[in-house]
Protein backbone atom coordinates (compact mmCIF):
# COMPACT_ATOMS: atom_id res chain seq x y z
CA UNK A 1 0.00 0.00 0.00
CA UNK A 2 1.14 3.23 -0.69
CA UNK A 3 0.09 7.01 -1.00
CA UNK A 4 -0.76 8.78 -4.18
CA UNK A 5 -2.66 12.18 -4.80
CA UNK A 6 -5.11 11.46 -8.20
CA UNK A 7 -4.23 15.46 -8.97
CA UNK A 8 -0.06 14.67 -9.36
CA UNK A 9 0.74 14.25 -12.62
CA UNK A 10 2.52 10.25 -13.19
CA UNK A 11 0.56 9.46 -10.21
CA UNK A 12 0.47 5.58 -9.47
CA UNK A 13 -2.90 4.87 -10.35
CA UNK A 14 -2.30 6.82 -14.04
CA UNK A 15 0.73 4.76 -14.29
CA UNK A 16 -0.29 1.84 -13.63
CA UNK A 17 -3.46 2.03 -15.98
CA UNK A 18 -0.99 2.94 -18.79
CA UNK A 19 1.13 -0.04 -17.97
CA UNK A 20 -2.00 -1.95 -18.43
CA UNK A 21 -2.92 -0.24 -21.52
CA UNK A 22 0.33 -0.89 -23.15
CA UNK A 23 0.64 -4.43 -21.96
CA UNK A 24 -2.93 -5.29 -23.08
CA UNK A 25 -2.35 -7.59 -25.66
CA UNK A 26 -0.08 -10.00 -24.40
CA UNK A 27 0.92 -12.85 -26.33
CA UNK A 28 3.68 -14.70 -24.82
CA UNK A 29 5.98 -14.99 -22.02
CA UNK A 30 8.25 -11.95 -23.11
CA UNK A 31 4.72 -9.40 -22.45
CA UNK A 32 4.40 -11.43 -19.20
CA UNK A 33 7.88 -10.25 -18.37
CA UNK A 34 7.86 -7.06 -19.44
CA UNK A 35 5.08 -6.48 -17.48
CA UNK A 36 6.21 -7.80 -14.45
CA UNK A 37 9.57 -5.75 -14.63
CA UNK A 38 7.71 -2.49 -15.65
CA UNK A 39 5.24 -2.83 -12.86
CA UNK A 40 7.98 -3.36 -10.57
CA UNK A 41 10.20 -0.55 -11.50
CA UNK A 42 7.14 1.86 -11.32
CA UNK A 43 6.61 1.05 -7.61
CA UNK A 44 10.42 0.93 -7.01
CA UNK A 45 10.49 4.38 -8.62
CA UNK A 46 8.01 5.66 -5.32
CA UNK A 47 9.49 3.80 -2.67
CA UNK A 48 8.91 7.09 -0.40
CA UNK A 49 5.17 6.79 -0.87
CA UNK A 50 5.17 3.35 0.74
CA UNK A 51 3.40 2.49 3.71
CA UNK A 52 2.95 -0.71 4.15
CA UNK A 53 3.23 -4.14 2.56
CA UNK A 54 2.00 -8.39 2.79
CA UNK A 55 3.55 -11.18 1.28
CA UNK A 56 2.97 -14.42 1.01
CA UNK A 57 5.21 -17.03 -1.27
CA UNK A 58 5.82 -20.57 -1.73
CA UNK A 59 8.62 -22.62 -3.70
CA UNK A 60 7.31 -25.64 -5.59
CA UNK A 61 10.22 -28.30 -6.19
CA UNK A 62 8.12 -30.75 -8.22
CA UNK A 63 6.75 -28.69 -11.10
CA UNK A 64 4.03 -27.19 -12.33
CA UNK A 65 0.95 -29.63 -10.64
CA UNK A 66 0.87 -27.57 -7.34
CA UNK A 67 2.24 -24.23 -8.28
CA UNK A 68 -0.53 -23.55 -10.45
CA UNK A 69 -3.81 -23.83 -8.57
CA UNK A 70 -1.10 -22.16 -5.53
CA UNK A 71 -1.16 -19.11 -8.28
CA UNK A 72 -4.59 -19.23 -9.22
CA UNK A 73 -6.01 -19.09 -5.37
CA UNK A 74 -3.62 -16.21 -4.56
CA UNK A 75 -5.04 -14.15 -7.29
CA UNK A 76 -8.80 -15.25 -6.99
CA UNK A 77 -8.17 -14.19 -3.24
CA UNK A 78 -6.58 -11.02 -4.40
CA UNK A 79 -9.21 -10.23 -6.97
CA UNK A 80 -12.40 -10.61 -4.77
CA UNK A 81 -10.94 -8.11 -2.26
CA UNK A 82 -11.81 -5.92 -4.78
CA UNK A 83 -15.44 -4.48 -4.65
CA UNK A 84 -15.31 -4.07 -8.53
CA UNK A 85 -12.81 -5.02 -11.67
CA UNK A 86 -12.12 -2.09 -13.91
CA UNK A 87 -11.66 -4.01 -17.38
CA UNK A 88 -11.90 -2.57 -21.25
CA UNK A 89 -10.46 0.89 -21.96
CA UNK A 90 -8.32 1.98 -19.83
CA UNK A 91 -7.71 5.51 -21.52
CA UNK A 92 -11.40 6.70 -20.30
CA UNK A 93 -9.91 6.30 -16.40
CA UNK A 94 -6.80 8.15 -17.48
CA UNK A 95 -7.78 12.02 -15.54
CA UNK A 96 -7.21 15.09 -18.33
CA UNK A 97 -3.81 16.58 -17.23
CA UNK A 98 -6.30 19.82 -17.41
CA UNK A 99 -8.15 18.91 -14.78
CA UNK A 100 -5.98 18.38 -11.85
CA UNK A 101 -6.67 21.22 -9.87
CA UNK A 102 -8.31 19.84 -6.61
CA UNK A 103 -6.11 17.75 -4.51
CA UNK A 104 -7.17 14.11 -4.20
CA UNK A 105 -5.05 12.06 -1.80
CA UNK A 106 -5.88 8.49 -1.26
CA UNK A 107 -4.06 5.34 -0.06
CA UNK A 108 -3.50 2.99 -3.29
CA UNK A 109 -2.87 -0.97 -3.06
CA UNK A 110 -1.27 -2.40 -5.50
CA UNK A 111 -1.52 -6.69 -5.68
CA UNK A 112 1.35 -8.06 -7.64
CA UNK A 113 0.82 -12.55 -8.25
CA UNK A 114 3.64 -13.80 -9.92
CA UNK A 115 4.66 -17.25 -10.97
CA UNK A 116 8.26 -17.49 -11.60
CA UNK A 117 10.06 -20.84 -13.15
CA UNK A 118 13.40 -21.40 -11.49
CA UNK A 119 15.08 -19.97 -8.19
CA UNK A 120 13.41 -16.64 -8.00
CA UNK A 121 15.42 -13.92 -6.38
CA UNK A 122 12.44 -12.21 -5.67
CA UNK A 123 11.34 -15.04 -3.74
CA UNK A 124 11.64 -14.62 0.19
CA UNK A 125 10.50 -16.80 3.21
CA UNK A 126 8.67 -13.38 4.42
CA UNK A 127 8.69 -9.57 3.97
CA UNK A 128 8.25 -7.44 7.22
CA UNK A 129 10.15 -4.28 6.18
CA UNK A 130 10.43 -1.58 3.99
CA UNK A 131 14.04 -3.03 2.86
CA UNK A 132 12.98 -6.38 2.53
CA UNK A 133 9.73 -5.44 0.55
CA UNK A 134 11.75 -3.74 -2.01
CA UNK A 135 14.45 -6.46 -2.25
CA UNK A 136 11.79 -8.32 -2.75
CA UNK A 137 10.34 -6.22 -5.76
CA UNK A 138 13.95 -5.67 -7.19
CA UNK A 139 14.31 -9.11 -7.58
CA UNK A 140 11.30 -9.74 -9.18
CA UNK A 141 12.50 -6.80 -11.87
CA UNK A 142 15.30 -8.64 -12.48
CA UNK A 143 14.07 -12.10 -13.17
CA UNK A 144 11.68 -10.42 -15.46
CA UNK A 145 14.80 -9.89 -17.67
CA UNK A 146 16.54 -13.23 -17.10
CA UNK A 147 16.02 -15.62 -20.16
CA UNK A 148 14.17 -13.36 -22.34
CA UNK A 149 11.12 -13.44 -19.84
CA UNK A 150 11.03 -17.37 -20.38
CA UNK A 151 11.19 -17.88 -16.37
CA UNK A 152 7.56 -15.68 -16.16
CA UNK A 153 4.96 -17.89 -16.15
CA UNK A 154 2.34 -15.94 -15.00
CA UNK A 155 1.26 -12.43 -13.33
CA UNK A 156 -1.49 -11.03 -12.03
CA UNK A 157 -1.22 -6.74 -11.43
CA UNK A 158 -4.16 -5.37 -9.60
CA UNK A 159 -4.49 -1.95 -7.98
CA UNK A 160 -7.54 0.02 -6.21
CA UNK A 161 -8.49 2.32 -6.82
CA UNK A 162 -8.46 2.46 -10.05
CA UNK A 163 -11.22 5.42 -11.46
CA UNK A 164 -10.39 8.70 -11.27
CA UNK A 165 -11.31 10.37 -8.33
CA UNK A 166 -12.52 7.36 -5.88
CA UNK A 167 -10.37 7.41 -2.57
CA UNK A 168 -9.21 5.12 -0.04
CA UNK A 169 -8.78 6.70 3.47
CA UNK A 170 -6.47 4.88 5.55
CA UNK A 171 -9.24 3.75 7.76
CA UNK A 172 -10.54 1.76 4.89
CA UNK A 173 -7.25 0.39 4.36
CA UNK A 174 -6.86 -0.99 7.30
CA UNK A 175 -10.31 -2.55 7.45
CA UNK A 176 -10.15 -4.07 4.07
CA UNK A 177 -6.77 -5.25 4.12
CA UNK A 178 -5.58 -5.92 7.67
CA UNK A 179 -2.49 -8.51 6.51
CA UNK A 180 -0.60 -5.12 5.61
CA UNK A 181 2.03 -4.52 8.39
CA UNK A 182 2.73 -0.78 8.46
CA UNK A 183 6.72 0.26 7.50
Known amino acids: ?3 SNWAEEGNIMDTLTRLAERNSAMT ?3 DLARLLGDSSLALLRRVNDWDSAAY ?3 R ?3 GPTKAE ?3 QKLAVGERSKFEKETIGDSRAMIKDSNDRSASQPTEVVISLVVAMRG ?3 GYASSVRSLAEAKACLQGLAADALTDDGDNVMAVELMWTPSESG ?3 SQRELI ?3 PELIKF
Request: hydrophobic share 35%.
Open 1 to 3: AMS
Open 28 to 30: NRN
Open 56 to 58: EGE
Open 60 to 62: FML
Open 69 to 71: PYF
Open 119 to 121: QST
Open 166 to 168: VTI
Open 175 to 177: EDY
